[in-house]
């Protein structure tokens, strides 16, 4: 006997996974800033009762610290296979470069969170479990812009960049990627390849800016 919509749908909303919760608390995040997201607004997304999400979540902010773990990781699993292209430092740097602005436009409404989460003063009234999450995820940003200062300093040593301050480079670079969120919004016809074409515009006058005078 075939279920019909309505029983079907009673189903998948007692099934609501983690991974699902995760995606629709982001675009709350990303829509309305987490002072003014509730969890009743991630559950109306879902179309699910809150009892829902506290069945994984203690609280709002424990959620936001997941959401942007799962933005990080996005961006560090980008960024892995750029980091092993083969060539010159600036060739890499390029390669992590374009990883990243992809990843940005690509991830756009977790990035919005882990934008969000720079600001992490907002939770120093916290409980000492939300210090220590903060503190892991200040961490992560910490090791991310740590690989882009690897390679910056690579490319100073082999010669393929010009001589620059590391700390500074690597965060005008991550700075001006990041700066998409304010500007990019995903249109109904963007595609990977639009996506990629966009990335390569950003990442051209970075790259150029950075090569050796003569």
Request: neutral net charge; proline residues 3%; glycine residues 8%.
């Amino acid at each position: 006997m075939t279920e019909g919509p309505g029983k079907s749908l009673a189903r998948r909303k007692k099934g609501w996974r983690k991974d699902e919760i995760i995606a629709a608390a982001a675009e709350c995040f990303m829509r309305h800033g987490y002072q003014s997201t509730t969890v009743d607004d991630v559950a109306a997304r879902l179309g699910c009762t809150k009892g829902r999400i506290y069945h994984y979540y203690a609280s709002k902010t424990d959620l936001f610290f997941d959401v942007h773990r799962e933005g990080m990781d996005r961006l560090f699993t980008a960024l892995a296979p750029a980091m092993a292209v083969p060539g010159d430092g600036l060739t890499v740097l390029e390669a992590m470069c374009l990883a990243h602005a992809q990843a940005m436009l690509e991830h756009h409404t977790f990035e919005n969170v882990v934008a969000q989460g720079v600001h992490m003063h907002r939770f120093d009234g916290a409980t000492p479990e939300h210090k220590v999450a903060v503190q892991d995820l200040i961490d992560s940003r910490d090791t991310f812009e740590w690989h882009f200062k690897q390679a910056i300093r690579r490319a100073i040593d082999d010669g393929s960049l010009r001589d620059v301050d590391v700390a500074v480079t690597a965060k005008v670079i991550l700075g001006a990627l990041q700066w998409t969120l304010y500007w990019y919004r995903p249109a109904k016809g963007d595609t990977a390849r639009t996506r990629a074409g966009l990335a390569q515009k950003l990442v051209d006058p970075l790259i150029e800016g950075l090569r050796p005078r003569d």
